[in-house]
């Protein structure tokens, strides 16, 4: 399972490049990794088919199952299970979306430039359903139930230039995320209750975990909410029609076949343990039928071919929700077909409409008329899909929906009138779905009067392909139903046995279900019949619930509230954002010390060494003169000191990493700080601050006064052997490594250093977002083809204007050499901008202050350094560079994007993390390589290495995003120009104009 799920993610991740070898071909390639894994799941059924008997039996981890550690304290764990219920779910994820993906193939065009991503994004969504049904930790199956939310985001989206798109995308994300947010609170109360977060012990203990009573029951019921939340119940069921904005493919698999059956999926999962718990059947049974009801209503009405079908799943969600909420085996196997049955027709329906909308350019079934001549096997696939979802005999559907109706009278004979509400509200809604299917079929193929048959492009066999398969399905498997029958029952053995058990079959004789789906044939068609009628009575109809204007007008409260409250609090006054932070700083630690009445220290130790007290001297004569300075520059300067100030102090310390960590780090922050300040005014006040001085005073000083007494009191406070004591000893023998910082970083909590990194490049991310509008500024631009008359003021002196734009015409000749392959970017600077000893002075340590960097890098392990020291150094190097040559220097320095380097270093990281997993150890366990070389002798290389590489990355990747954005883009809108200009400007020199 492990492998299969890998496999899935591993070719999600590469297809982008592999789109720019085969264009759209490589829909093929991506379908063959799901229909392969198909294969296995077939070919395996059998071993899964008898586990749920063997583990109802008492056999301890009957169904084959992988358990991998991963978070050990959070008793978090990589832990698969494929039984009954998984593998059926997984028939549809993997099937379906092997189709799907198939079908792209000829749905997308060659010159779309956004295929890669989207075929990336949908194969990732089937490996994190497929994750979804197989994870047997609730931990795990939170995980992929949030990448689901997040991968629909993306693919609903997709078509990000139109705002409906975009507004859909948005509207989905947040309903879903909030479902997963309560679910995750439901989730950890039934963790804690259960003492375990796996689910097959947290189903086996349910007799127990019930007997709790509310606290399960409101546990179960915020898991509800979730799983309400992701099949489009009633109240949120109005994002899926609102998702429909998203290509044909993506509603197709997401909206049909896959991630609305999650919430379906979890309903079935829990069934057999916690259907009697308070709030099971009142949420599901009554919301479902609600859903039932308003989705076939308002699809009666819908003129969209592809709205008319979303409404219908809506419906149908809330249908499968009802019966799988009885929580009896009948009722389980009743909706496990029907839920095979509604992947089969509706992924089918949506992938004509999509043909439809491809060949003739509209899905309004007004503007439709006589596609059955002119596409005979289209119209015959789509009127066997239409009949199935009907329930018309003889397919699949109508062999579901006897189930359901067999089940819904068992369950109203023991229920009284709360049965048959059900069942009468189940019949009503049926009749609609027969209605709004024949609709379907009569708006998008039938001859309509007056009209001219719309022009219609023939159909290629491979665009066809897929949905003869499905609607294969739906026929054969209406004549063999035992198949699925035989492939559900065992998840009903986890139910208590019931007296008149039902079985699926295409003829039962004459009997009352047979009855019920004449009624519903006889009634739907007469709907059909009278869909004039019946449309002007919707139009009179006001909507009672209007679900989605209730949302609007949520959000717009909110965002009103944020604006006010905004208007109230971010007043533009930095001094002001400063008194309120520093405020709540001083007064809630320090009050909590003294409320907790905490011991202060019996002695304080000045200063170990002299030095101590002339460096600490030094930082405060630095801090009193950024008070006084009144230019931003000098301030900044003043400042550095206190950082350079503190890097001495832990050198003196005896710590050479944090000492050399802190020097590179205040050195890039200082370089940022200038970069930024040229975009600010020369002096730091426009005017001079008058008033509550003495009041920052104190609270400098205070805040100041109270972090030393924290720290001090609570070093004093430590009654415990600290844990650092041992941190030698597990640095060299568990780390396999002397520097005790660095071993600590990448092995010992690799996990906090992974979370670091990845703040970085989501801050860096964020900062380029801010700054480059129309784009990151990764494409490069090659300085041979920069006129030589273009000036480049990217380095400039610190916080000095940029001179006249007269000065860009003049001829530049100043120390440029045809010969020269370094600093090739020299000749874009002005003369006067351009110093020779900074150039030779940058020839000369660029190439050494990177081999130093590499050698940080690689002796960090157990000497001073590691991969943030040796990439900060490897940074200040690249600064030097664009100092020495600007903005054109730094792109030929960087041939590859920070994006990449820092999307590389995480994939690395990441990949250290995952790859102990294959070995059956712990993520991110480390281990020791001892070899001989012929030369160099004995050598150990520790695979932690690899992590601090991708941290290496990560940072050189930060720094040059840092140049680029601070430096780079600002020396662009210094000079006038806009983003694009000095592209522009290169186009204009290939075709010999010059600027």
């Not at 295929?115 to 795990?140: E, N, P, R």
């Not at 043909?355 to 008329?369: E, N, V």
């Not at 047979?514 to 869909?531: H, K, N, P």
């Not at 001179?803 to 090739?824: E, M, Q």
Request: hydrophobic residues 55%.
């Amino acid at each position: 399972m492990l492998l299969v799920l890998i496999a899935l993610f591993v070719v999600a991740a590469i297809a982008p490049l592999i789109f720019r070898l085969l264009g759209r071909s490589t829909f093929y390639v991506l379908a063959a990794v799901p229909a392969l894994a198909f294969v296995w799941l077939v070919a395996n059924f059998p071993s899964f088919l008898g586990a749920d008997q063997a583990a109802a039996s008492g056999e301890p981890n009957a169904p084959p199952s992988e358990l991998y550690s991963w978070i050990g304290p959070l008793n978090a764990h990589l832990d698969f299970r494929m039984d009954a219920l998984a593998a059926v779910l997984c028939l549809l994820v993997l099937g379906v979306g092997s189709l799907v993906l198939f079908y792209c193939a000829r749905y997308f065009k060659n010159e779309d430039p956004h295929t890669g991503a989207f075929g990336a994004q949908l194969l990732a969504f089937a490996a994190s359903m497929f994750g979804l049904v197989t994870a047997d930790d609730m931990i795990m199956l939170f995980i992929f139930w949030e990448l689901t939310t997040i991968l629909s985001f993306l693919l609903i989206g997709f078509n990000r230039t139109r705002m409906s798109a975009r507004r859909s995308a948005l509207t989905a994300l947040m309903v879903t995320t909030f479902g997963g947010l309560t679910m995750l609170a439901g989730l950890v109360m039934l963790g804690n209750a259960a003492g375990t977060y796996r689910i097959s012990e947290i189903l086996a203990m349910a007799p127990e975990l019930t007997a709790l009573g509310t606290y399960i029951d409101v546990a179960i019921a915020l898991v509800l909410i979730g799983a309400i939340s992701k099949s489009a119940l009633v109240p949120f069921h109005f994002w899926l029609p609102g998702a429909m904005a998203a290509p044909t493919p993506v509603s197709a698999y997401l909206h049909a076949a896959a991630m609305v059956k999650a919430g379906i999926y979890l309903v079935a999962r829990l069934s057999p343990g916690f259907n009697e718990t308070a709030f099971w059947q009142p949420l599901l049974l009554w919301l479902g039928l609600a859903t039932l009801l308003i989705g076939g209503w308002r699809a009666l009405k819908q003129h969209d071919l592809k709205l008319l079908l979303a409404y219908g799943t809506v419906s149908q969600l809330g249908f499968l929700m009802l019966v799988m909420g009885m929580g009896n085996p009948n009722a389980a196997l009743a909706g496990l077909a029907m839920m095979l049955a509604h992947g089969f027709f509706k992924a089918t329906l949506f992938l004509v409409v999509g043909i439809i909308d491809h060949k003739s350019g509209t899905r309004d079934l007004h503007q439709l008329s006589g596609l059955y001549r002119s596409s005979p096997v289209l119209f015959a696939i789509a009127a066997i899909a239409a009949a199935s979802m009907a329930g018309f005999p003889p397919l699949y559907g109508f062999v579901a929906k006897e189930a359901v109706y067999e089940a819904l009278l068992e369950h109203a004979q023991g229920n009284g009138a709360t049965g048959v509400v059900l069942l009468v509200g189940v019949l009503l809604g049926a009749m609609m779905t027969f209605a709004y299917s024949a609709r379907f079929l009569w708006g998008g193929f039938a001859s309509k009067r007056g009209m001219e048959p719309t022009p219609f492009p023939r159909v290629p066999a491979l665009f066809l392909a897929p949905l003869v398969v499905l609607t294969g399905a739906t026929v054969v498997f209406a004549w063999i139903p035992q198949v699925l029958e035989g492939a559900i029952a065992p998840n009903l053995a986890l139910f208590e046995s019931t007296e008149t058990p039902i079985h699926l079959g295409l003829w039962h004789g004459l009997t009352p279900a047979l009855g019920l789906s004449i009624l519903t044939m006889a009634v739907g068609t007469g709907i059909f019949l009278a869909r004039e009628r019946v449309f002007h009575l919707q139009s009179r109809v006001p909507a009672l619930l209007d679900a989605e204007r209730d949302y609007k007008l949520l959000v717009t409260g909110v965002d009103n509230l944020a604006i006010w409250l905004t208007g109230r609090t971010q007043r533009g006054s930095l001094s002001f954002y400063l008194v309120v932070i520093l405020i709540v700083a001083l007064l809630l630690p320090a009050g909590t010390a003294i409320w907790l009445s905490t011991p202060a220290p019996g002695n304080f130790i000045a200063f170990d060494h002299p030095a101590q007290l002339v460096i600490g001297l030094i930082m405060i004569l630095g801090a009193l003169g950024a008070l006084q300075a009144n230019r931003r520059f000098l301030a900044v300067l003043m400042v550095s000191v206190s950082g350079y100030g503190m890097a001495a102090i832990f050198a003196l310390q005896g710590a050479p990493d944090l000492a050399v960590t802190q020097l590179l780090v205040e050195t890039i922050v200082l370089v940022a700080f200038v970069l930024a300040l040229r975009a600010l005014p020369v002096e730091l006040w426009a005017k001079n601050p008058t008033g509550h001085r003495l009041g920052r005073a104190l609270i400098g000083i205070g805040f100041g006064a109270s972090m030393i007494y924290i720290a001090a009191t609570s070093m004093a406070s430590r009654v415990a052997e600290p844990i650092s004591l041992a941190y030698p000893e597990l640095a060299y023998t568990g780390g396999a490594g002397k520097n005790i910082v660095n071993v600590t970083l990448v092995d010992m909590r690799a996990w906090d250093t992974f979370g670091e990194i990845t703040v970085l490049a989501a801050a860096a991310t964020g900062v380029a977002s801010l700054i480059f509008v129309r784009g990151r500024g990764d494409k490069r631009v090659r300085a041979s083809n920069v006129p030589r008359g273009s000036v480049d003021h990217g380095s400039e002196a610190i916080g000095g204007a940029s001179p006249s734009r007269a000065g860009l015409a003049v001829a530049r000749t100043f120390a440029i050499s045809k010969k020269d392959s370094w600093l090739v970017a020299g000749h874009t600077l002005a003369p006067e901008r351009r110093s020779i000893t900074f150039e030779v002075v940058t020839r000369l340590l660029f190439h050494t202050i990177l081999l130093a960097s590499v050698y940080l890098l690689l002796a960090g392990h157990n000497t001073p350094g590691g991969g943030f020291a040796g990439g900060l150094l490897a940074g200040l190097a690249l600064t030097i560079r664009y100092l020495a040559g600007g903005r054109v220097e730094l792109a030929e320095a960087t041939p590859v994007s920070p994006g990449t380097l820092m999307g590389t270093g995480l994939g690395l990281a990441a990949l250290t993390a995952a790859a102990p997993l294959l070995l059956g150890a712990q993520m991110f366990t480390s281990a020791a390589i001892e070899f001989t070389w012929p030369i160099f002798g004995e050598q150990k290389f520790v695979t932690s290495t690899v992590f601090d590489i991708g941290v290496y990355l990560v940072v050189v990747g930060l720094v040059i995003d840092v140049l680029r954005s601070l430096g780079s883009e600002i020396d662009d809108r210094s000079e006038g120009r806009s983003p694009t200009d000095l592209h522009d400007m290169v186009s204009d020199a290939d075709t010999g104009v010059g600027r």
